[in-house]
T-cell receptor
Framework: RKEVEQDPGPFNVPEGATVAFNCTYSNSASQSFFWYRQDCRKEPKLLMS???SGNEDGRFTAQLNRASQYISLLIRDSKLSDSATYLCVVNTNSGYSTLTFGKGTMLLVSP | NAGVTQTPKFQVLKTGQSMTLQCAQD?????MSWYRQDPGMGLRLIHYSVGAGITDQGEVPNGYNVSRSTTEDFPLRLLSAAPSQTSVYFC??????????FGPGTRLTVL
Protein backbone atom coordinates (compact mmCIF):
# COMPACT_ATOMS: atom_id res chain seq x y z
CA ARG A 1 0.00 0.00 0.00
CA LYS A 2 1.51 3.28 -1.09
CA GLU A 3 1.59 5.87 1.65
CA VAL A 4 2.50 9.45 1.15
CA GLU A 5 0.33 11.60 3.36
CA GLN A 6 -0.20 15.32 3.20
CA ASP A 7 -2.57 17.69 4.96
CA PRO A 8 -4.94 18.71 2.15
CA GLY A 9 -5.46 22.19 3.56
CA PRO A 10 -6.27 24.72 2.36
CA PHE A 11 -3.77 26.80 4.23
CA ASN A 12 -4.98 30.40 4.16
CA VAL A 13 -2.21 32.91 4.90
CA PRO A 14 -1.70 36.63 4.36
CA GLU A 15 1.02 37.96 2.12
CA GLY A 16 4.35 38.04 3.87
CA ALA A 17 3.55 35.13 6.18
CA THR A 18 5.71 32.08 6.68
CA VAL A 19 3.99 28.76 6.06
CA ALA A 20 5.17 25.19 6.46
CA PHE A 21 3.88 21.96 4.96
CA ASN A 22 4.70 18.49 6.14
CA CYS A 23 4.52 15.21 4.30
CA THR A 24 4.90 11.80 5.87
CA TYR A 25 5.88 8.61 4.11
CA SER A 26 5.52 5.06 5.29
CA ASN A 27 8.33 3.21 3.53
CA SER A 28 11.56 3.63 5.43
CA ALA A 29 13.48 2.48 2.34
CA SER A 30 12.43 5.59 0.41
CA GLN A 31 15.37 7.10 -1.40
CA SER A 32 14.38 10.29 -3.16
CA PHE A 33 12.12 13.14 -2.17
CA PHE A 34 10.71 16.09 -4.06
CA TRP A 35 8.23 18.90 -3.94
CA TYR A 36 6.17 19.71 -7.02
CA ARG A 37 3.88 22.69 -7.45
CA GLN A 38 0.57 22.56 -9.28
CA ASP A 39 -1.39 25.68 -10.14
CA CYS A 40 -5.16 25.43 -10.49
CA ARG A 41 -6.06 23.42 -13.59
CA LYS A 42 -2.43 23.26 -14.69
CA GLU A 43 0.23 20.60 -14.82
CA PRO A 44 2.56 19.82 -11.90
CA LYS A 45 6.02 21.33 -12.06
CA LEU A 46 9.10 20.35 -10.10
CA LEU A 47 9.73 22.90 -7.35
CA MET A 48 12.74 21.39 -5.65
CA SER A 49 14.43 18.20 -4.63
CA UNK A 50 14.87 17.46 -0.95
CA UNK A 51 18.33 16.49 0.22
CA UNK A 52 19.30 14.82 3.45
CA SER A 53 21.13 17.89 4.67
CA GLY A 54 18.23 20.18 3.81
CA ASN A 55 18.30 22.68 1.01
CA GLU A 56 17.15 26.17 0.24
CA ASP A 57 16.09 27.93 -2.93
CA GLY A 58 15.33 31.57 -2.32
CA ARG A 59 12.28 31.78 -0.06
CA PHE A 60 11.80 28.01 -0.10
CA THR A 61 13.46 25.58 2.30
CA ALA A 62 13.04 21.82 2.15
CA GLN A 63 14.06 19.43 4.89
CA LEU A 64 14.12 15.67 5.31
CA ASN A 65 13.79 13.81 8.57
CA ARG A 66 14.50 10.16 7.86
CA ALA A 67 14.11 9.06 11.48
CA SER A 68 10.56 10.37 11.64
CA GLN A 69 9.91 9.74 7.95
CA TYR A 70 8.72 13.14 6.94
CA ILE A 71 9.74 15.95 4.65
CA SER A 72 8.82 19.56 4.99
CA LEU A 73 8.57 22.65 2.84
CA LEU A 74 8.88 26.10 4.37
CA ILE A 75 7.86 29.18 2.41
CA ARG A 76 8.97 32.52 3.79
CA ASP A 77 7.54 35.92 2.88
CA SER A 78 4.59 34.40 1.01
CA LYS A 79 3.55 36.02 -2.26
CA LEU A 80 0.17 35.95 -3.95
CA SER A 81 1.82 33.96 -6.72
CA ASP A 82 2.66 31.18 -4.26
CA SER A 83 -1.01 30.20 -4.21
CA ALA A 84 -1.04 26.66 -5.58
CA THR A 85 -1.17 23.04 -4.53
CA TYR A 86 2.12 21.56 -3.34
CA LEU A 87 2.69 17.89 -4.04
CA CYS A 88 5.02 15.74 -2.03
CA VAL A 89 6.73 13.06 -4.12
CA VAL A 90 8.66 10.08 -2.85
CA ASN A 91 10.56 7.37 -4.67
CA THR A 92 11.29 4.14 -2.84
CA ASN A 93 13.63 2.98 -5.54
CA SER A 94 14.87 4.41 -8.78
CA GLY A 95 12.07 3.28 -11.02
CA TYR A 96 8.87 4.73 -12.37
CA SER A 97 6.58 2.31 -10.58
CA THR A 98 7.99 3.28 -7.21
CA LEU A 99 7.45 7.03 -7.64
CA THR A 100 4.51 8.09 -5.47
CA PHE A 101 2.74 11.44 -5.54
CA GLY A 102 0.92 12.76 -2.50
CA LYS A 103 -2.53 14.24 -2.91
CA GLY A 104 -1.21 17.73 -2.34
CA THR A 105 -1.62 20.62 0.08
CA MET A 106 -3.42 23.70 -1.16
CA LEU A 107 -2.02 27.11 -0.25
CA LEU A 108 -4.03 30.30 -0.62
CA VAL A 109 -2.17 33.57 -0.07
CA SER A 110 -4.38 36.60 0.36
CA PRO A 111 -3.55 40.33 0.12
CA ASN B 1 11.29 24.26 -27.57
CA ALA B 2 7.66 23.25 -27.02
CA GLY B 3 8.43 20.82 -24.18
CA VAL B 4 5.64 18.28 -23.71
CA THR B 5 2.52 18.76 -25.79
CA GLN B 6 -0.78 16.94 -25.43
CA THR B 7 -3.84 16.83 -27.63
CA PRO B 8 -6.71 17.22 -27.31
CA LYS B 9 -7.09 19.57 -24.32
CA PHE B 10 -10.70 18.51 -23.75
CA GLN B 11 -12.66 15.49 -24.90
CA VAL B 12 -16.13 14.09 -24.27
CA LEU B 13 -16.76 10.46 -25.12
CA LYS B 14 -19.69 8.13 -24.86
CA THR B 15 -19.34 4.86 -23.04
CA GLY B 16 -17.79 2.26 -25.30
CA GLN B 17 -16.07 4.67 -27.67
CA SER B 18 -12.34 4.45 -28.23
CA MET B 19 -9.85 7.23 -28.69
CA THR B 20 -6.18 8.09 -28.55
CA LEU B 21 -4.66 10.81 -26.42
CA GLN B 22 -1.57 12.19 -28.09
CA CYS B 23 1.65 13.13 -26.32
CA ALA B 24 4.85 14.43 -27.85
CA GLN B 25 8.09 15.84 -26.45
CA ASP B 26 10.96 17.61 -28.16
CA UNK B 27 13.54 17.36 -25.37
CA UNK B 28 14.96 14.01 -26.50
CA UNK B 29 13.98 12.46 -23.18
CA UNK B 30 14.19 8.69 -22.86
CA UNK B 31 11.52 8.40 -20.18
CA MET B 32 7.84 9.08 -20.80
CA SER B 33 4.75 8.29 -18.80
CA TRP B 34 1.02 8.74 -18.48
CA TYR B 35 -0.76 9.66 -15.26
CA ARG B 36 -4.34 10.26 -14.35
CA GLN B 37 -5.41 12.72 -11.68
CA ASP B 38 -8.76 12.42 -9.96
CA PRO B 39 -10.24 14.68 -7.27
CA GLY B 40 -8.97 13.77 -3.84
CA MET B 41 -6.35 11.40 -5.20
CA GLY B 42 -2.74 11.77 -6.07
CA LEU B 43 -1.39 11.30 -9.56
CA ARG B 44 -1.56 7.64 -10.50
CA LEU B 45 0.73 6.04 -13.04
CA ILE B 46 -1.02 4.33 -15.95
CA HIS B 47 1.83 3.26 -18.24
CA TYR B 48 5.40 4.30 -18.76
CA SER B 49 8.27 3.87 -21.18
CA VAL B 50 12.01 3.92 -20.57
CA GLY B 51 12.84 4.16 -24.26
CA ALA B 52 11.56 3.64 -27.78
CA GLY B 53 10.06 0.19 -28.12
CA ILE B 54 9.86 -0.38 -24.35
CA THR B 55 6.69 0.08 -22.32
CA ASP B 56 5.45 -1.18 -18.99
CA GLN B 57 2.37 -1.01 -16.81
CA GLY B 58 1.94 1.32 -13.91
CA GLU B 59 -0.53 1.26 -11.05
CA VAL B 60 -3.77 1.57 -13.05
CA PRO B 61 -3.20 0.14 -16.57
CA ASN B 62 -6.54 -1.59 -17.17
CA GLY B 63 -8.48 -0.18 -20.10
CA TYR B 64 -5.47 1.60 -21.58
CA ASN B 65 -2.84 0.71 -24.16
CA VAL B 66 0.37 2.48 -25.10
CA SER B 67 3.12 2.18 -27.66
CA ARG B 68 6.45 3.95 -28.10
CA SER B 69 7.59 3.68 -31.68
CA THR B 70 9.67 6.87 -31.52
CA THR B 71 11.47 8.75 -28.78
CA GLU B 72 9.20 11.75 -29.28
CA ASP B 73 5.71 10.24 -29.18
CA PHE B 74 3.85 8.26 -26.54
CA PRO B 75 0.13 7.95 -27.35
CA LEU B 76 -2.38 6.57 -24.86
CA ARG B 77 -5.28 4.56 -26.24
CA LEU B 78 -8.58 4.07 -24.48
CA LEU B 79 -9.97 0.84 -25.82
CA SER B 80 -13.60 1.10 -24.72
CA ALA B 81 -14.26 4.20 -22.65
CA ALA B 82 -16.05 3.87 -19.31
CA PRO B 83 -17.35 6.59 -16.96
CA SER B 84 -14.66 5.53 -14.45
CA GLN B 85 -12.09 6.84 -16.93
CA THR B 86 -13.37 10.38 -16.56
CA SER B 87 -10.27 12.17 -15.35
CA VAL B 88 -7.47 14.57 -16.17
CA TYR B 89 -4.66 12.83 -18.00
CA PHE B 90 -1.08 14.08 -17.86
CA CYS B 91 1.77 12.93 -20.02
CA UNK B 92 5.28 13.46 -18.70
CA UNK B 93 8.81 13.07 -19.97
CA UNK B 94 12.17 13.17 -18.29
CA UNK B 95 15.83 12.43 -18.66
CA UNK B 96 15.82 11.36 -15.02
CA UNK B 97 12.79 9.57 -13.61
CA UNK B 98 12.34 11.81 -10.59
CA UNK B 99 12.42 15.14 -12.41
CA UNK B 100 9.49 14.94 -14.71
CA UNK B 101 8.18 17.54 -17.14
CA PHE B 102 4.43 17.37 -17.53
CA GLY B 103 2.27 18.32 -20.47
CA PRO B 104 -0.73 20.62 -19.98
CA GLY B 105 -3.17 17.74 -19.59
CA THR B 106 -6.25 16.37 -21.31
CA ARG B 107 -9.59 16.68 -19.54
CA LEU B 108 -11.67 13.65 -20.48
CA THR B 109 -15.33 13.12 -19.68
CA VAL B 110 -16.99 9.80 -20.43
CA LEU B 111 -20.78 9.86 -20.44
Amino acid sequence: RKEVEQDPGPFNVPEGATVAFNCTYSNSASQSFFWYRQDCRKEPKLLMSVYSSGNEDGRFTAQLNRASQYISLLIRDSKLSDSATYLCVVNTNSGYSTLTFGKGTMLLVSP
Amino acid sequence: NAGVTQTPKFQVLKTGQSMTLQCAQDMNHEYMSWYRQDPGMGLRLIHYSVGAGITDQGEVPNGYNVSRSTTEDFPLRLLSAAPSQTSVYFCASSSRINEQFFGPGTRLTVL
